[in-house]
């Protein structure tokens, strides 16, 4: 277990589409989750894709009680999610900041469904099926966006919108 390096935009291989995980209750995959989680921690995420630590499987991780870089946002259960699919229950879109690990020290607005079904597997190959909203929506969604080579700068509307946190959020 390691606390693992993020690769950052510009990273040709953050483009990469990630592959299905095949198997479950495996070595490999829970030392993959362990070094996300770590991961993330260290570095104070909301979230942490598999690919950003440069393993192109389609394995996110989401969820914080209380997190310095969101502090209004809602709590979100700790999840790991598996080969994720995402239905967007209507097409209302919403507007918010967003953040990255692969994009340090930066924040863009970024629309995002507002509601959606998503399902998945955990580690063990448990099916997970929920339906959010809010900001549990939008972590999902830009987490599963790293799945397919997308980082959130990509869907920014109004680049007025986009820069340094501490520009944006200045007192
Ligand atoms: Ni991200």
């Given at each position: 277990m390691a606390i693992k390096e993020i690769l950052r935009m510009?990273?040709?291989?953050?483009?990469k589409i990630s592959a299905p995980v095949?198997?479950?209750?495996?070595k490999d995959l829970d030392v993959l989750i362990q070094d996300m989680i770590e991961t993330m921690k260290a570095n104070d995420g909301a979230g942490l894709a598999a690919p950003q630590i440069?393993?192109?499987?389609r394995v996110v991780i989401f969820g914080f009680e209380s997190n310095d870089r969101y502090p209004d946002a809602e709590e979100v259960p700790f999840t790991v999610l598996i080969n994720p699919i995402i239905k967007p229950k209507g097409q209302k879109k919403v507007n918010d900041w967003e953040g990255c690990l692969s994009v340090p020290g930066l924040r863009g607005v970024v629309p995002r469904y507002d509601s959606i079904y998503y399902e998945g597997y955990d580690e063990q190959g448990t099916k997970i099926e929920r339906d959010v909203d809010g900001f549990h929506a939008r972590v999902v969604q830009h987490e599963c966006d790293h799945l397919d080579g997308i980082l959130y700068p990509m869907m920014i509307?109004?680049?007025?919108?986009?820069?340094f946190h501490d520009e944006i959020f200045k007192e």
């Open positions: 510009g990273n040709p291989d953050l483009l095949e198997k479950f209750n495996d440069g393993i192109f499987k509307e109004d680049f007025r919108y986009f820069g």
